[in-house]
């Protein structure tokens, strides 16, 4: 039962450490999203990648946030420095593009203190 | 631009009450509906999907039905259980495009 694996599950920091989260979409998927979810903004796309390549990163702060798909077996979102209006849940997706489902991780927890 | 509305929550039932949750949409071209479920802790997976037009999803006894008149997708089920307890999303994608437009959840809570 092929699923998106993230980490980490939950990550507890202070404001301005950097922040790593990793997504493995999966195998022979070759469309990768970033969401984010919180109670008062509810689920944002942050940014999403077709074949490796960023079509779209608008929703995300780009002086602080960063996400790259080093190869097709892993994406990753970086935050630096971090804030506490971070603190969220971190969701990645990955599908086939175009009509197709989409396929959610778990999530990673990010508490920024 | 596209868009998705959809009810306001939360919503809260007895069991075996029957569930709407309605949903409506304002898309250019000619969308693919969905509706993904959230339960406590998880990610949103895949509860039905509709791709044209009078097309009917269903899984697990939820229905929706594509309506194009009326532009909308309105969640069903018959008979809740308790362990339908989650946050319904409605969602579109449409031609040319790769990401999904989310409706921004409706929280149902099923009582005992």
Not at chain 1, 34 to 63: C, H, I, V
Not at chain 2, 41 to 49: D, N, V
Request: glycine content about 8%; some cysteine.
């Amino acid at each position: 039962d092929a699923r998106v694996t993230q980490t980490p599950r939950d990550k507890v920091t202070e404001m301005g450490q950097e922040v790593t989260m990793r997504c493995q979409p999966i195998l022979g998927h070759n469309t990768v999203f970033w969401y984010r979810q919180t109670m008062m903004q509810g689920l944002e796309l942050l940014a999403y990648f077709r074949n490796r390549a960023p079509l779209d990163d608008s929703g995300m702060p780009k002086d602080r946030f960063s996400a790259e798909m080093p190869d097709a077996t892993l994406a990753t979102l970086k935050i630096q420095p971090s804030e506490p209006r971070d603190s969220a849940v971190y969701f990645c997706a990955s599908g086939l593009g175009g009509f197709e489902t989409q396929y959610f991780g778990p999530g990673t927890r990010l508490l920024v203190l | 631009g596209n868009s998705v509305t959809q009810m306001e929550g939360p919503v809260t039932l007895s069991e075996e009450a029957f569930l709407t949750i309605n949903c409506t949409y304002t898309a250019t071209g000619y969308p693919s509906l969905f509706w993904y479920v959230q339960y406590p802790g998880e990610g949103l997976q895949l509860l039905l999907k509709a791709t044209k037009a009078d097309d009917k999803g269903s899984n697990k006894g939820f229905e929706a039905t594509y309506r194009k008149e009326t532009t909308s997708f309105h969640l069903e089920k018959g008979s809740v259980q308790v362990s339908d307890s989650a946050v319904y999303f409605c969602a579109l994608t449409t031609s040319g495009t790769y990401k999904y437009i989310f409706g921004t959840g409706t929280r149902l809570k099923v009582l005992a």
